[in-house]
């Protein structure tokens, strides 16, 4: 009996001697699998990723997008899927209303790399500049607005290169992609949309000298300088530091940050200066940086705050269709009457879900916003807003 159990534990000391000289070769095999790929592999794919979904958009050929996802799964069908319904929502946005882009650039940045060993997940921040220009223009003016938007990727390592597993970001064109059904199998974009608006016969907008305010009225033009500070596209701001205002809690990830962006540009004292009052105030809490009263950063109580405290006048409600209807009594879109400062509130159906400030006008009078939660700096109003059931709410501060 005593000599079986001495039996029994030699063998598992020599059962543990081989366990121990086999894990430093399976740590060894990971950290190897790891150090193959550097920084710099994972650097230049995601730029080519970037730059090739750019070009996309202008030459339709899909095929060499296609090549960078792994479509053998679900996750990535459906990032693929959900590129493809943004190529064609973009191209027939600017296809109706006479627009042509003559530059889709990003500058993708990586924030973090989590090796795990044949996959990675990748945070990516992705800084976007558009330009466009209006068609049948015989010196067409120039007009460009920016983006911002971040990324999750989930990368499979495959001979020395990588496939797309899943790219998950909140996308500012999420609403305009709903109309479209897409077929993996097709290998070329079709062609966009014909035109369908005349904003050319626009009156263009004169930015207009705004006049000194008294303390606690409304200074539309540092409202604007305000939004474009702190608007999160860091191209648009020459790099300035901090990207958000510090003083203020950020909601993104927490119900959203529109809001609390737009209750600022209005009435922080380095932005449109508004007296607080009403219900509509900002709150500072030790350790956790200014928070705001429901109608500072709740997107329904705002809109409701401004219309019935008098701070605003509701100039038009309705879908993209109604804002541009001509008749005897209106005969420009009902668009051309805002300002700079003025506020567009979107709703789904009855709920209003974001707010956005009018902090330019393109070389054709179109408005343009600033926005937080995905960050847009002047941005077309009603980009990104193509699902029938939005309706705009344009109003004019006073």
Request: aromatic fraction near 14%.
């Amino acid at each position: 009996m005593r000599k079986a159990i001495i039996k029994n534990f030699i063998l598992c000391l020599m059962c543990l001697s081989l366990l121990a000289n086999n894990i430093p070769l399976v740590y060894a095999n990971n950290e190897h699998s790891k150090s193959s790929y550097t920084k710099e592999d994972y650097n230049d794919y995601i730029h080519s990723f970037f730059y090739t979904k750019n070009q996309t958009f202008f030459s339709g050929d899909l095929k060499p997008i296609k090549e960078f996802y792994d479509t053998t799964q679900n996750h990535g069908k459906y990032s693929l899927d959900h590129e493809i319904r943004r190529f064609r929502y973009l191209r027939d946005w600017a296809s109706e209303r006479g627009i042509r882009f003559t530059e889709i650039s990003s500058k993708p940045s990586i924030k973090k790399i989590t090796d795990k060993g044949h996959i990675a997940n990748i945070r990516v921040d992705e800084e976007y500049i558009f330009k466009y220009v209006y068609e049948g223009e015989e010196n067409p003016k120039e007009n460009q607005f920016g983006v911002a938007l971040f990324h999750n990727l989930r990368l499979k390592k495959i001979n020395k290169s990588f496939k797309i597993c899943n790219d998950y970001y909140l996308d500012c064109f999420e609403d305009g992609l709903k109309a479209y059904n897409i077929d993996l199998k097709e290998n070329t974009l079709p062609k966009p949309k014909p035109q369908k608006y005349d904003f050319t016969k626009l009156p263009k907008k004169d930015i207009l000298e705004y006049k000194e305010v008294k303390k606690g009225s409304y200074n539309r033009l540092k409202a604007v300088e305000y939004a474009d500070r702190y608007c999160g596209v860091t191209w648009a701001t020459g790099n300035k530091t901090p990207k958000y205002n510090k003083k203020y809690k950020n909601f993104t990830g927490i119900g959203g940050n529109c809001t609390n962006y737009i209750s600022q540009c209005l009435g922080d004292s380095d932005g449109g200066g508004l007296r607080h009052g009403s219900g509509w105030h900002s709150i500072n809490v030790p350790n956790s940086g200014t928070e705001g009263s429901a109608a500072w950063v709740n997107a329904d109580a705002f809109k409701n705050h401004l219309l019935y405290s008098g701070k605003g006048r509701l100039v038009k409600k309705g879908s993209f269709n109604d804002l541009i209807k001509i008749s005897e009594n209106n005969t420009n879109p009902y668009f051309e009457k805002l300002e700079l400062g003025d506020i567009i509130a979107y709703a789904k159906k009855n709920d209003i879900d974001h707010n956005a400030i009018i902090t330019n006008f393109d070389s054709h009078g179109y408005p343009m916003i600033n926005s937080h939660t995905v960050d847009r700096y002047h941005v077309p109003f009603d980009l990104g807003w193509g699902d029938k059931d939005i309706y705009f709410h344009l109003i004019h501060m006073k």
